[in-house]
């Protein structure tokens, strides 16, 4: 079946831009995570969604970060106010809780560039 | 602080042989660890995890778990050129998200 998807793959900006990310997770998967890897950086968690609901959102950086998810499917990860440091790879993942030891299954990815 | 250490590397071993990669975390009850490969440019791609103590194998990988000594390692046997690339241990620390290493870097040279 049909893995991760995300787009776009490749997103570059202008400082102080809005950004939106998008996420469609592999089908049935209710658990959906969004991860940043900065360059030559290890993957770091930004939010977790079980269906619509965001239980853990501790790894959004700041307030000019935030997500939602709609009708237990696509997310959306907005970045408002593009700085440089935000300039990193946006990955998301996938699960079925309770399953495969929830594995995550992780999407392409966008790369985001902020001029 | 939950935290997961690999060796960054870069390990090299010759075509044919082993390669050892290990990762040890912070947290005794941590139950789920995965190993993933990421080619430069890539997104992680999963290789296989492990729940339980012991060995688990596929193909030629082996993943090897002791929570006692908190670490989870990942063999390769009979390494090929193809397998040159970074892995990375992940680790459920039962809330859900997975944190990485920052990744071990192969390279099989022939």
């Known amino acids: 079946g049909a893995g991760v998807s995300q787009s776009p793959s490749n997103k570059v900006t202008e400082k102080g831009k809005d950004v939106e990310l998008r996420c469609d997770p592999i089908s049935g998967h209710t658990a959906l995570y969004w991860y940043r890897q900065s360059l030559g950086q290890g993957l770091e968690f930004l939010i977790y969604f079980q269906g619509n609901s965001a239980p853990d959102k501790s790894g959004l950086p700041s307030d000019r970060f935030s997500a939602e998810r709609t009708g237990g499917s696509v997310s959306t990860l907005t970045i408002q106010r593009t700085q440089q440091e935000d300039s990193a790879v946006y990955l998301c993942a996938s699960s079925l809780p309770g399953t495969e030891q929830e594995t995550q299954y992780f999407g392409p990815g966008t790369r985001l560039l902020v001029l | 602080q939950k935290e997961v250490e690999q060796n960054s590397g870069p390990l090299s071993v010759p075509e044919g042989a082993i390669a050892s990669l290990n990762c040890t975390y912070s947290?005794?009850?941590?139950?789920?660890f995965f190993w993933y490969r990421q080619y430069s440019g890539k997104s992680p791609e999963l290789i296989m995890s492990i729940y339980s103590n012991g060995d688990k194998e596929d193909g030629r990988f082996t993943a090897q778990l002791n929570k006692a000594s908190q670490y989870v390692s990942l063999l390769i046997r009979d390494s090929q050129p193809s397998d040159s690339v970074t892995y990375l241990c992940a680790v459920n620390f039962n809330d859900y998200k997975l944190s990485f290493g920052a990744g071990t870097t192969v390279t099989v040279r022939a």
């Open positions: 947290d005794r009850g941590s139950q789920s």
